[in-house]
């Protein structure tokens, strides 16, 4: 069986630069302010839409009741803002085909 590993961002810039005959350090910072644009947005707007593959959405999750695996202790853990990623249909679909 093949090693299977994801690409580092040094790969994806160098695939990138090749396919579109663009210089490396062009794709490299197009990469960089496309993640400073999708930080900012979702911290500003709630979500940030990257066509074909999702969204970023920043939730509001409940307080709860837990448990400390170590003792088994009833722990309260408090409400706190997380970030999701929505995946989307297209790319589901792209990556896991349905079985119809």
Excluded: W
Aim: glycine residues 8%; positive net charge.
């Amino acid at each position: 069986m093949a090693d299977k590993k994801a690409m580092t961002k040094a790969q994806i810039v160098s695939h990138m630069a090749g396919k579109f005959e663009m210089p490396k350090k062009t794709v490299s910072a197009f990469f960089d302010e496309l993640a400073e644009l999708g930080y900012g947005q979702a911290k500003k707007v709630g979500m940030f839409l990257l066509p074909g593959f999702g969204k970023l959405v920043l939730a509001q999750r409940k307080a709860r009741m837990g448990r400390n695996p170590a003792t088994g202790e009833a722990i309260k853990i408090p409400a706190k803002r997380v970030v999701k990623i929505r995946v989307a249909k297209i790319c589901k679909e792209n990556i896991i085909p349905s079985k119809k």
